[in-house]
């Protein structure tokens, strides 16, 4: 009986059980998204973006976006997804100690942040609480 418990733990623990496991990735795709049009953006521009109506414009305006793209741009309208606008990420050896996003949940509640070097990590609200935002640029576009 005790081996069943076990590997019924495992299977739920790598396949998920239900849909949560497509609720968890279309929470991470968001937010990898998201990293990627701020990247791009920056590429682009030579600097952050300042607003949400530039990096949503950057989202919507590429060659092929995607349904996950168009969902992250939903997202960030509609609140449920934060960016941090104009960071500085420069020194990109250490942009991976900076939250650079995050689901609007996490400080109350904990959930998905999206770090400045582009990785999602699962945080607590005590964990983002404790985490650093990436530092701004002072420079208004």
């Keep these: 009986m005790e081996r069943w418990v ?37 590429e682009i521009h030579q600097r952050s973006p300042a607003s949400i109506a530039e990096l949503v414009g950057y989202i919507k305006t590429q060659a ?3 349904e996950v793209d168009l969902d992250a741009a939903f997202g960030l309208e509609e609140g449920d997804l934060v960016i941090i606008w104009k960071a500085n990420l420069a020194n990109s ?9 995050f689901e609007s949940g996490v400080p109350s509640t904990g959930g998905y942040v999206l770090m400045a070097d582009g990785q999602v990590q699962l945080m607590t609200s005590k964990d983002f609480s404790e985490a650093r935002l990436i530092p701004q640029t002072e420079s208004a576009p």
């Design 64 to 66: 092929a976006p995607t």
């Design 6 to 42: 076990v590997l019924m733990f495992v299977a739920v623990s790598i396949f998920g059980c239900g849909d949560g496991g497509e609720v968890v990735a279309k929470r991470l795709n968001r937010l990898d998204s998201l990293g990627q049009a701020y990247q791009g953006y920056g």
């Design 93 to 101: 050896g250490e942009n991976g100690l900076y939250v650079l996003g």
